[in-house]
């Protein structure tokens, strides 16, 4: 009883110390309430900018190993224009792609068009690619002109009706010889999950 009286006189309004005792608690309350607000905004600054950082990690391994994993498909397509050689011959390079059936595994399809844009082998066979013109699109006139290899922007494929991108490379710099690329299909939907 005697402290509910001591409080009550203490947190009295009428005089100078409770007015006092008053102002001093809500200055103390508004100074609290800054800085949980400022800590607040600062931590949450600094969780933002960690997560773009990581963000930004994450992105370069990803970039990174897009970027090795479509290397190695075109060293292995470099290879296997090196084994099917200078030839012309369609029923030759049909054989080769067929021998090579283990690079199925990193590509939906392998084709070999001559220098005039028509394909004239493909693995597996799909009814109606081969004979078919590319000497229209992006990817055969970027192999013709920069000479080395080359991802396509994604596409339709025209036999298989199914979104892909090309990576090529040129079999034969020579006017002699009527093969000209080779190029491989991955499945637009793999594009972003390369296994290897």
Sequence with gaps: MRFAHLLKKLFSFSSLKGRLLLGLSFTLLLLIALVLGMAWQVGKTMV??????HLRYEATLLADEVTQQIDMRIEALERL????????DASWISHQLRQNDSLMAWFEGIVVANRDGRIIADWPAIV????????EFEYFRMLRGIRRPYVSEPFVGRASGMPMVLVGCRVSPSKAISMALLGAFLAWILVGYLAV
């Design 128 to 135: 109606g690619r081969v004979g078919l013109e590319t000497a």
């Design 48 to 53: 933002q900018e960690t997560n773009m950082s």
């Design 81 to 88: 224009s090196k084994m099917i050689g200078p030839t012309d």
